[in-house]
């Protein structure tokens, strides 16, 4: 059983529906309990980064995911899910996160169009058992304001270009991030989701 | 690199597709928004816009059943439009899972549901659609409100900026001048548009064969290429103009 976690960030319902059209088992939950019995986790969640951990911290939901990570569970948060899993965030001033890994989350800065928005090619930097029938080269649909900075550059998967360097796929041991949106980026966001599936599966510690 | 992005549009009353569409041959299909949308999602197709043309509270309704068929078995963005009035409008559509909603004439008489939308639920979900016709006494182009049936005086381009201050994360650009000719995107109006905004500018209206889209793209400076009868009518479909578009240099998933 998959949990995805339901904090008040946005809809989750396209990531959910991808998940079931994958055949997915599943369940939607606020409760720290029933995420702590899962055998995978998804953070999912779009909005701003201070009011996520906000609402994980009344939940009592920051434990409970650092007891899925520390029993060595596949864990994967998407956009606003990955940026949480860093250490700390710039937006709407200095915010901490999840420290899961290490590194800062800031916003793009310079002269142009704000937020990424679009479908952009992935240039893969690791191997990973999530990355399993991705490719070079592969599009995939972003909508973004935010870039993470790892300290550690060994936890970059897959990167894409936007006026710099931005990681689109990030991994340590059987912790990942997505910057982009899978569930909204066809046969290749699919193609992620099904791998995530697989490792829950399997219960492989990637 | 990111992507210029076709984008597929279709108008929707009563729960069908409104114009024939000829590629889906069973008739049972051929009506229903969204095996329409599985088909351009397979085509290729980068976003899909949904239209939403009914007028009355039972078709809003089933507009969100269909929107909520469409999330669960079509996997890209796609934005719906029509109909909105207010800040609950907006939200009752993203919940149903429409990833942005675009509105038009509401948004000129109250230009506050811009604002409170963007702060409420970002940016990137709120489109502006303005329909602009050129007006030779204001050598500007004109906004255009109700289907283009009233004028408002108001300079598309400042309009664009001031929509862009408030937080919409898009705009969705109709030239009233070129919807429904075939003869092209407005490219002047596009450039101009796409050059005073820091977000992007989606282009509709006019366009008629391939090379359409990749003028827009170039010297229009668009960012997406709306269409609909062109794709409807199997005249041409999405593959083959990304195809074409490609081969040109123009980038493209």
Redesign the interface.
Known sequence: MIAIIDYGMG?L??VE??L??LGADLVVTSDPDVVRQAAGVILPG??AFGDAMENLRQQGMISAIQDVVAAGKPFLGICLGMQLLFTSSDEHGFNEGLNLIEGHVRRFQGDF?????????LTLTRESALLDGVQNGD?V?W?HSLVVEPVDRDVLLATT??YGEVPGIVGRDHVFGIQF?P????RV??TLLRNFVGMVREGVRA | ???K?IIPCFDIKNGRVVKNVSFLTNERDAGDPVELAKVY?EQGA?ELVLLDITATNEGRATMLDIV?RT???V???FTVGGGIKEVEDIREL????A?KVSMNTAAVKNPQLITDGAKRY???CIVVAIDGKWNVEMQDWEVMINAGKVSTGLSALKWARECEDRGA??ILLTSFDQDGQKNGFDLDFTRRVSESV???VIASGGAGEKSHFYDVFTTGKA??GLAASIFHFKETTVTEVKKYLKERGVSI?
């Open positions: 809809n319902r396209s529906k991808a079931e059209s779009v909005g169009k704000i937020p990424h928005i679009g479908w952009n090619d599009y649909y909508v270009d936007y949106h569930e909204k980026s066809s966001g699919l | 690199m990111l992507t992005r999602e980068d909520r999330a669960d078995q996997f890209i963005p993203l919940l149903a899972g990833d970002g940016s990137q994360g898009e820091r977000i992007p960012d997406a998933r």
